[in-house]
């Protein structure tokens, strides 16, 4: 079965660097997705990777390796408005998006 | 600005209440839309692949005629909810995008059946 993997929810504090990783198994890859999605809010697109390596895009930076079938989103300099679900989504051979259920990351002041 | 434009974004209505919902992409055609479920601390739920000019594609589970699709433009699809119930209560949203790239999804639409 297809499968996305990351953690239910982060903790971290406002200044800092937080990583959330997300792993996959699906049935091919057509690029990778990460959204934000506040409370009560629709997702919205904060970076795509369909070849290894990182991708900068201000304080945020997203990686993937598809030999791992593994990204990370890689958020700096926190601000408490980052406090959101983070959400990982896979887009497999048919070019269906598989999502990951989420991650809820606080942050601390 | 928003490529994806969902309305009303706020629903309250009587049980038995049927309800309609729709989607436009604003600058792209969309053949494909998704529309999407998810009940307060849970994540994103597909109902339904929306096609445009065919019949939907529906998740198991989601019963096809209670949650009627139709996309007969390459800008619009619509969502209905038939003889809503207090359980249908949710946050349903749209998206769309094209092949490879990024999935932009409508504001969402919240309902509340009393």
């Known amino acids: 079965g297809q499968n996305i993997d990351q953690p239910t929810e982060m903790t971290a504090t406002e200044g800092a660097i937080v990583q959330i990783n997300c792993t996959y198994q699906t049935s091919g890859f057509n690029g990778l997705f990460w959204y934000q999605q506040h409370a009560g809010e629709a997702p919205t697109f904060l970076s795509y990777?369909?070849l290894d390596g990182l991708e900068e895009k201000g304080r945020f930076s997203s990686f993937l390796s598809r030999s791992k079938g593994y990204s990370y989103l890689l958020l700096k300099e926190l601000q408490m408005k980052d406090s959101a679900s983070y959400l990982c989504?896979?887009?497999?051979?048919?070019?269906?998006?598989?999502w990951g259920a989420g991650t809820k990351l606080i942050i601390k002041p | 600005g928003a490529v994806v434009s969902q309305h009303p974004s706020w629903v309250i209505c009587k049980s038995g209440t049927s309800v309609k919902i729709e989607c436009r992409s604003l600058?792209?055609?969309?053949?494909?839309m998704f529309w999407y479920r998810q009940f307060p601390k849970q994540s994103l739920m597909l109902m339904a692949t929306s096609n445009e000019g065919s019949k939907a594609t529906y998740e198991q589970g989601v019963e096809k005629d209670k949650f009627l699709i139709n996309h007969a433009s390459l800008t619009l699809s619509t969502l209905t909810v038939t003889s809503a119930h207090p359980e249908d209560s949710s946050f349903y949203i749209c998206?769309?995008?094209?092949?490879?790239?990024?999935?932009?999804f409508g504001d969402g639409t919240r309902l509340s059946i009393l």
């Open positions: 989504a896979v887009m497999d051979s048919n070019y269906q998006l598989i």
């Open positions: 998206s769309s995008g094209q092949y490879n790239q990024p999935q932009h």
């Open positions: 600058d792209f055609q969309a053949t494909t």
């Open positions: 990777n369909v």
